[in-house]
């Protein structure tokens, strides 16, 4: 697929459909846990081909796990029955530990559970594009780091955090890659650790990594998607903009029209629906108000689409979800 000419007819397209970062509730619609479906590539395409069945989407994503890359360095994972895994503590304190730190071989942890996913969701999913979810350099170097920690670093050790980020991007090149020749047409890279960052130290530590992953693996056929929920992106569009990704997706922390002032006119614009207030903790009758009220206010550019703010929890009703669809529906019939 030329994700170029798709993303061009979905620009000139009066009618767009909603992308929203969707895959996690489809244990609820395969009666499998989280556990399961992490841990399981054969789960992971039959969730998605569900999710692909049941909603009209733009396109499909794969699941948002923050945690498969870092587990692939040698972090340890807090996993649970129906929660998304979480990295617990850090592996790189020091210098010595960040010299020391080996780049992982794609299939190391549940990489190659994840990439062979893809490979098979891009066969039962031919009607849109298959997007991969991945982390950004900065996150993924948090993980590594501790959260907490490499926030500190910034200022402390910035050689040390450098260190760990050269690292951190040679795999994530060499993932993208992975899940591109595996069937994928793109990918969408969560960086939200960056949204802590002031602009000054964001430039500096997360996106000139971000750039030299998108210049190494964009093409007109593969797709990167740079994903912020940060409260901070809009004081650092200017600088997000010229990332060169195929589009932007940012979080309900912010107010969805002032990113679209500065966006370019030929990439993709996409969020916010509130992950957490709306589709997990509303009704369907306000996620139908915060949709409309979203799209009222943007869709007035033409590279707009209409998105969640950033995963969907496992959990979320289905009834939230499909009164989301239903309002884009009602906005487009409306116009």
Same mark, same amino acid.
């Given at each position: +697929?030329?994700?170029? #000419? ?14 929203? $970062? ?9 009666? $499998?846990?989280?556990?399961? =479906?992490?841990?399981?590539?054969? @789960? ?53 530990? @960040? ?50 920690? /490499?926030? $500190? ?9 450098? @260190?760990? =980020? ?15 020749? *595996?069937?994928?047409?793109? /990918?969408? +890279? *969560?960086?939200? =650790? ?5 602009? *000054?130290? @964001? ?59 500065? *966006?370019?006119?030929?990439?993709? /614009?996409?969020?916010? $629906? ?17 949709? =409309? ?7 007035? #550019? ?18 939230? /979800? ?14």
């Amino acid at each position: +697929m030329n994700i170029k #000419k798709w993303t061009d007819e979905t620009i000139r397209s009066e009618v767009k459909k909603a992308l929203p $970062v969707l895959s996690f509730p489809c244990v609820q619609l395969t009666g $499998v846990s989280v556990r399961e =479906l992490v841990s399981d590539s054969e @789960a992971q395409a039959r969730g998605m081909k569900a999710v692909a069945d049941r909603v009209d989407s733009a396109a499909a994503v794969s699941l948002m796990d923050l945690s498969v890359e870092a587990e692939a360095f040698g972090a340890k994972l807090h996993m649970s029955e129906n929660e998304v895994p979480t990295v617990t503590g850090a592996i790189v304190t020091d210098e010595d530990e @960040a010299a020391s730190l080996e780049i992982p071989e794609i299939g190391a942890g549940r990489t190659g559970v994840y990439v062979d996913a893809i490979r098979k969701a891009s066969k039962l999913i031919t009607d849109r594009p298959v997007f991969a979810g991945t982390i950004g350099p900065f996150s993924l170097a948090g993980r590594l780091m501790d959260v907490t920690e /490499i926030m $500190v670093e910034c200022y402390d050790e910035p050689e040390l955090v450098h @260190a760990v =980020l050269e690292k951190a991007s040679i795999f994530l090149i060499k993932y993208a890659e992975a899940l591109r020749d *595996a069937g994928a047409q793109g /990918i969408v +890279m *969560a960086e939200p =650790l960056a949204g802590l960052l002031s602009p *000054a130290l @964001a430039s500096e530590f997360s996106n000139a990594y971000v750039k030299k992953i998108i210049d190494s693996v964009r093409s007109d056929e593969f797709a990167v998607i740079y994903h912020n929920c940060g409260s901070s992106v809009p004081r650092m569009a200017k600088e997000i903009y010229s990332l060169g990704a195929s589009g932007y997706h940012f979080g309900d922390a912010i107010r969805m029209a002032d990113m679209l002032r500065d *966006a370019p006119d030929d990439v993709l /614009i996409m969020g916010n $629906v509130s992950p957490a207030m709306q589709f997990l903790g509303g009704t369907p009758e306000s996620i139908r108000q915060n949709t =409309l009220e979203i799209m009222n206010e943007c869709c007035v #550019k033409p590279n707009f689409v209409i998105s969640s703010g950033c995963d969907i929890p496992p959990m979320t009703p289905w009834e939230n /979800i499909d009164a989301f669809f239903a309002a884009v529906k009602e906005f487009y019939t409306e116009i």
